[in-house]
């Protein structure tokens, strides 16, 4: 059984740890070879010396067009991804086709499976650092020792006293019996809603695809209106992918409706709400948000977002660890013939 994969610099540029991580598990188990681009012109064929031995194919970041595996002829089972990401049309690439009416099986990337974790983690993390002001003290401390300042002068009802640096005007504190109201109980999602409750907090999703016992797993109300998670909530959480069914999926008098103080986190794509109506609330003071994603990447460093008391902020990192480089190659692997 001869197993190789095969890598085009592109690939590298998305997943940097994903294809040394996959070689070095099958050659642990049976024996893989990898090979990687010197120039634009290369092709799994050309890579590889006596394609026609080649068993296990492993191809990654290459456009296959032509006859592109005919060199591989004895080749059983190929995983192809021409951008290292789920692409529809990788199923329906004439190449591919091909090879498939030779008897080569093929298999494909799944969308959105293998950096579930990194982002819910990611976003729960946004979330307690939002409720907590972490970021806002931790910049402020290299600068001033006013974060120190907890006792006034005189003591009043509400206002900051000892060891207190949340902001009152904002939903702050402890997640427990915060009211989190999700949209989307998918990878993410769920995930994001079970550690939520876990925690103490009182969850509700709307998700009109999900099936009953995901919230049952997840600890979470389901309501069937995503209008109905408006009005109580205390932290607002999409949590669905961008498609073109879920651009703009939130609108403005969502946004509008949303209790004042209201925390809104943001980890997947800013697109899915109305983000000219959610800055605007954000800028006002009448809410706070914790976000990953932006309507415009990179943020402008003249940004009115940047900086501020009621903001978090980071640069669409939520997904990409190292772990998340090995979940994805763990699933593919996962789908070959066990040997």
């Not at 080749?75 to 329906?92: M, N, P, Q, R, V």
């Amino acid at each position: 059984m001869r197993s190789v994969i095969c890598v085009q610099e592109r690939f590298d540029r998305s997943w940097p740890f994903s294809a040394d991580y996959w070689q070095k598990q099958w050659e642990a188990s049976s024996g893989c070879e990898l090979y990687r681009t010197e120039s634009a012109d290369e092709s799994p064929a050309t890579l590889v010396p006596n394609p026609e031995t080649v068993n296990r194919l492993v191809v990654l970041g290459f456009q296959a067009e032509g006859d592109y595996f005919g060199a591989f002829s004895n080749l059983e089972e190929c995983f192809y991804s021409s951008i290292g990401y789920s692409h529809a049309k990788d199923h329906e690439n004439e190449a591919v086709k091909t090879a498939v009416s030779r008897g080569i099986e093929f298999i494909f990337p799944r969308a959105d499976v293998f950096w579930g974790q990194s982002v819910a983690e990611f976003g729960l993390a946004l979330t307690l650092c939002a409720l907590r002001r972490i970021p806002q003290t931790y910049a402020a401390m290299m600068h001033s020792q006013d974060p120190w300042k907890y006792y006034p002068d005189l003591g009043k009802p509400g206002q900051r006293g000892g060891q207190y640096g949340d902001d009152s005007r904002f939903t702050n504190g402890t997640l427990a019996g915060k009211r989190v109201r999700i949209v989307g109980a998918g990878n993410i999602g769920g995930r994001y809603a079970s550690w939520c409750s876990m925690m103490g907090a009182d969850v509700a999703i709307w998700d009109p695809f999900a099936p009953d016992a995901t919230f049952s797993v997840a600890g979470a109300e389901r309501r069937f209106h995503m209008s109905d998670l408006a009005h109580d909530s205390d932290i607002f959480v999409p949590m669905v992918p961008l498609k073109p069914d879920t651009r703009g999926l939130v609108p403005a008098d969502f946004i509008n409706a949303l209790p004042h103080g209201s925390l809104v986190v943001l980890v997947t794509r800013a697109a899915i709400v109305d983000t000219e109506a959610l800055y605007k609330r954000v800028l006002n003071d009448e809410l706070s948000m914790a976000a990953d994603v932006f309507d415009a990447e990179p943020v402008p460093l003249d940004s009115a977002l940047l900086g501020r008391h009621n903001v978090v902020h980071t640069p669409h990192n939520a997904g990409r660890t190292r772990d998340a480089n090995h979940s994805w190659a763990d699933d593919q692997m996962n789908r070959f013939r066990s040997r």
